[in-house]
């Protein structure tokens, strides 16, 4: 949907934005199977959701590309997309490897039980490639997921599920189980061996944990997680029920969703979201960067006389405190830490159940989150 728009007809956007966001959240029990067959709510989707949502797949295909081994492919790139809406998840494929620069043959098989959803995503991939940036093609199947019977019989480099998990099953007391073992089903018979699995979900409690226990259960069934965690065992996260894990990414949303934040009252300053990448080898971004790396799980907590964060490392999830006393030139960008980098710590203290930064600890950052979005990141110290 092209802004501007009048004022009474951004008022009924407005309205839809706000009827959708009730089901995506506080309503998400009585949300319909199909709930984007609602014009209203699929135009509402465009307009507010596709924008910031094709965005947060850019972070977990920037962490594939940072290992040398060309994860993302070398001629043809196949691309499955489970769930698809109205091609969001592929959009924001297109959109990093036109960013990027990587020229690749991109095949696009996109699934969705919606057939209006299945036309908005051939209408923007027509756009996208009247600009000449990309060899992309697409692929569209009209189905369920929980039933399809129509795929071919081919092998994928990326598998998405965006967005589409969690709607899964979601009434069914067994619905963890069955999501580990759909995911499960189509990594086996449709995953290349050297391919990678994208799983994108609402930044929720419910559906971070839910997703945190489809990811133990997926490392049951033999699948290795490349990123986020760089704890390969069950997540500890789910010992406490109040802690969950995901993304905050900070982003410049555009005037036509600043204008609706401002009628609804909603925020879309920043991308949240939880993420799995999944691989059947073992190659990890925890083994890329060594024992001594970590990831920042949480926001700074701050209080008299100290800093803290959670992060996750080989040993699981610890806190890490430093002291304001112990601020030094080795450590002192601690505090400039943001949820989602990749650090190393050298020299740090070992308590146990908790670590702390010493005055002798160093502190490098080796890959920070808040850059993916520009496409331009580039490890640095700090």
Not at 49 to 77: Q, T
Not at 131 to 155: A, F, H, K, Y
Not at 176 to 196: C, M
Request: charged letters at 25%; glycine letters at 6%; aromatic letters at 8%.
């Amino acid at each position: 949907m092209k802004h501007p728009l009048t004022h009474a007809q951004l008022k009924i956007l407005a309205a839809n934005v706000a009827r959708l966001s009730k089901l995506l959240t506080r309503e998400r029990a009585s949300r319909p199977a199909a709930y984007l067959k609602d014009k209203g709510l699929r135009e509402a989707y465009e307009a507010y959701y596709l924008p910031l949502n094709l965005r947060k797949i850019i972070m977990p295909l920037a962490e594939l590309d940072l290992r040398s081994e060309n994860l993302l492919g070398d001629d043809v790139f196949r691309i499955l997309d489970l769930g698809c809406g109205p091609g969001t998840a592929p959009l924001g494929v297109l959109e990093f490897f036109a960013a990027a620069k990587k020229r690749r043959r991109l095949a696009v098989t996109a699934v969705d039980q919606v057939d209006d959803n299945l036309k908005m995503a051939e209408e923007s991939f027509a756009a996208f490639k009247s600009r000449g940036n990309l060899d992309v093609t697409l692929n569209t199947i009209r189905s369920t997921i929980e039933q399809m019977r129509c795929l071919p019989e081919t092998t994928y480099d990326l598998i998405i599920f965006s967005n589409v998990l969690n709607e899964t099953f979601s009434h069914d007391e067994a619905r963890i189980v069955r999501r580990i073992n759909l995911v499960t089903e189509y990594l086996k018979r449709y995953l290349a061996d050297d391919g990678s699995c994208i799983i994108i979900e609402p930044a929720l409690r419910e559906t971070s944990r839910e997703l945190i226990a489809v990811r133990d259960g997926l490392l049951q069934q033999g699948f290795h997680i490349y990123a986020p965690c760089f704890f390969h065992a069950e997540c500890p996260a789910l010992a406490n029920p109040k802690d969950w894990c995901h993304e905050d990414l900070a982003w410049d949303p555009p005037a036509m969703i600043q204008e609706l934040d401002n009628l609804t009252g909603l925020r879309k300053g920043s991308l949240k979201f939880s993420y799995l990448i999944l691989r059947k080898d073992s190659r990890s971004l925890a083994g890329l960067y060594g024992a001594h790396a970590f990831r920042i799980v949480s926001e700074p907590l701050v209080s008299k006389g100290k800093i803290e964060f959670y992060l996750c490392g080989e040993a699981g999830r610890r806190l890490i405190t430093r002291l304001d006393k112990d601020l030094t030139a080795r450590n002192r960008r601690f505090g400039g830490l943001q949820r989602g980098d990749v650090v190393s710590l050298e020299q740090f203290i070992d308590e146990g159940k908790r670590y702390k930064v010493g005055r002798e600890t160093r502190v490098q950052c080796l890959w920070t989150a808040a850059g993916c979005l520009t496409l331009n990141n580039k490890p640095e110290s700090i």
